[in-house]
């Protein structure tokens, strides 16, 4: 239990004593978020506020969890596999708010070429898997579990990328996706400590810290966002945590939020090109109910309750 403290407390106390630092050095330079015109109107009154704040999560926890790792004997290839996925997955994160921020283009990466920058990232994580000596095992519906590499590295190449981009889309209100993500990471978190794995569990806490120190910046008003560099990574973490406790279809009902973020995404694209007729009033399904109403604080709350609840039926079901 021990372990489980120092992960929380130290990741939480590095990032918030870190965060101010890198707010004030973003407000020094006038290096702030940009709202696109097709979001809610409401929102331009968020441009300039500072972001790539996941980037100082991102270090805390990366370094928080090889510490305690280190400290408590669980330093391995497990660990590190979160914090090189955080590493990868992050850096394509901070390119993509790089252009926009430093280079002032506000459509950052293209889509195509950050799809194939997280399907690299993605293909990087099955080859370290395999070479640590994992068995490419993998459970499918009907079939059962399958030991077939060709299988397990097309299902996980999309499972990284896809939940990469499902956390991105859910970035889109103040504390919301931190939120989710803290309920997520400490569901899985004590799943891993039940299981005697103990490295993913430190990986867990030590992100559920970092999220909390950096929630205190983010929750509305926020004084800073995540960006892309937070997002991304916190996705990809998700992905890879499920694979290495062999639960991967426990992120659907663990994640929910993010599937339902980003199904209210491909519902509306493919209704209104197939019938010009939109579904939600807009997407993703967040911004449906900020048209209809609902304040931040309360679709924060509501989707992080959902998240709980899904979140827990896992942890005492599976």
């Not at 929750?219 to 995540?226: C, E, I, T």
């Not at 937070?230 to 009902?253: D, F, P, Q, V, Y």
């Amino acid at each position: 239990m021990i372990e489980v403290i120092l992960s929380v407390g130290l990741a939480f106390l590095a990032t918030v004593i870190a965060e101010p630092h890198f707010i004030q050095y973003m407000k020094m330079k006038q290096l702030g978020q940009t709202t696109l015109d097709e979001g809610p109107s409401w929102h331009k009154a968020k441009s300039g506020t500072p972001t790539m704040g996941g980037l100082v999560f991102l270090c805390m926890i990366s370094i928080s969890s090889l510490i305690v790792g280190a400290v408590f004997g669980h330093f391995n290839f497990v660990l590190l596999s979160g914090v090189i996925g955080f590493a990868f997955f992050g850096s394509i994160g901070f390119l993509d708010d790089f252009i926009k921020v430093f280079k002032k283009q506000n459509e950052g990466l293209k889509s195509h070429e950050k799809f194939g920058l997280q399907l690299i990232g993605a293909a990087i994580f099955v080859v370290l898997f395999l070479l640590s000596g994992n068995a490419p095992l993998i459970y499918l519906p009907i079939f059962g579990e399958v030991n077939s590499i060709i299988l397990f590295a097309l299902f996980t190449i999309i499972w990284i990328a896809g939940f990469s981009n499902a956390v991105n889309l859910t970035d889109g209100l103040d504390g919301l996706a931190a939120s989710t993500n803290i309920i997520a990471y400490g569901i899985y978190g004590i799943m891993a400590y039940r299981a005697a794995q103990h490295s993913i569990a430190i990986f867990c806490f030590c992100v559920v810290g970092g999220l909390l120190g950096f929630l205190v910046y983010n929750w509305k008003p926020a004084k800073v966002f995540m960006g892309d560099v937070g997002s991304l990574a916190l996705g990809a973490g998700l992905a890879i945590i499920s694979i290495m406790l062999h639960k991967e279809w426990t992120l659907l009902l663990v994640g929910i939020i993010f599937v339902g973020e980003t199904l209210s995404v491909i519902l509306q694209v493919g209704s209104f090109k197939l019938t010009g007729k939109r579904i939600f009033k807009m997407s993703p399904i967040h911004h449906h109910f900020e048209m209809s109403g609902w304040k931040e604080v309360k679709i924060v709350s509501v989707f992080s309750a959902i998240g709980l609840i899904a979140g827990l039926i896992v942890a005492f079901v599976f």
